[in-house]
């Protein structure tokens, strides 16, 4: 499977010819692609990218403000690419079993109004994880000391970390 998704990740393929490539390596397990599973391409500086290659999607989901299907793009020689596949054995849809809580973090780069905290430790918090993690997501134990966790509660509520 991800052989066949690696050699054919070459220059000059288009996005939906990628998706194409991933769907056939999946059906060929027996298995089938969870629905919303997509492809971006990356850019500098950034863990998201535009939606590029919608692998498994219902037909009621609408991605991309109100786009039913995402553009089709080449692939250039430098690109990065995140193949994002999860699969499944059963009829697509994915479920939540023995929820737990979320320990991995990102920042999101263009909401940096550290004015908005109002306590004292979020706002160390935040320079702290702007400091170390400026673009990549991480884990919350990067931060041991209890001050520093506490601080994350209040950038969440502000939407300052997902």
Known sequence: GACVIAKSLAP???????????????????CR???????RRLFRYSSDGSTQAMISHREEQVIN??????????????DVWMIDCLVTSGDGHARMKNHKNTTIFRRLAENNWI????????????NKVIARHPV???????????????????????????
């Open 33 to 39: 692609a969870v629905d919303g599973t997509v492809s």
């Open 65 to 78: 403000d109100n786009q039913m299907s995402p553009p089709d793009c080449l692939v250039r020689e430098g």
């Open 12 to 30: 000059g393929v288009r996005a939906f010819s990628l998706r194409d490539h991933i769907e056939k390596a999946i059906l060929s397990l027996g």
């Open 136 to 162: 990549m997501p991480f884990h919350i134990r990067d931060f041991p000391l209890a001050q520093d966790r506490a601080g994350l509660g209040e950038c969440i509520k502000r939407r300052l970390i997902l």
């Open 115 to 126: 004015h908005l905290l109002n306590l004292g430790y979020s706002r160390d918090f935040l």
